[in-house]
């Protein structure tokens, strides 16, 4: 039988230099001057990253989003029309793992309606830097409402500590 462990070994063995580069770099879904990127063709635009699959190992392309509290649309000409919720903080004070859930569930079907296949979400990092251009998407300090309404996602960001930010979303 396979396992998740197994499989990853086989695909890293089979991936090229290139395609483990690909893998672990990834492109960025619109032109953004201060990093230097530019949008390649495949990715969804505005979207927080793209990368290739690889069709003879059958790995599908992964369409990213940033999605704490909602799909984002980053560096927009054209806003999507999606839902954003309440501050993490926001939900983790009603205690109610239930809503939780419904927010998530929603975000995950608007996320999928707009073709991401990956939701960059899951932010668990403390609110110790009031400049932290990300405080919005955190659960706040307290670990016992975060135990209520948050379970372990796929994909943890900024775990290490986000440092602060200025002029954020901005070209």
């Known amino acids: 039988m396979r396992t998740p462990l197994k499989s990853t070994a086989l695909a890293l063995q089979a991936m090229t230099q290139q395609e483990k580069l690909n893998w672990a770099y990834g492109y960025f879904g619109a032109d953004h001057a201060a990093s230097k990127s530019r949008k390649i063709a495949a990715a969804l635009p505005f979207s927080a990253g793209y990368i290739p699959g690889i069709a003879r190992l059958g790995l599908p392309a992964l369409f990213e989003t940033d999605a704490g509290i909602g799909v984002a649309t980053q560096y927009p000409t054209t806003p999507r029309g999606r839902t954003a919720l309440p501050a993490g903080i926001a939900t983790a004070a009603t205690w109610n793992r239930q809503l939780a859930y419904e927010g998530g569930r929603m975000i995950g079907a608007q996320a ?21 251009g990300r405080n919005f998407e955190y659960a706040g300090e307290d670990p016992r409402p975060q135990t209520v309404t948050i379970n372990l996602p796929a994909t943890v960001l900024d775990l290490a500590g986000q440092p602060p930010t200025t002029n954020k979303g901005q070209p």
């Not at 999928?112 to 932290?132: D, H, I, Q, T």
Request: proline share 5%; net charge positive.
């Open 112 to 132: 999928r309606a707009s073709g991401f296949n990956v939701m960059l979400a899951g932010g668990v990092n403390l609110l110790r830097e009031p400049r932290n």
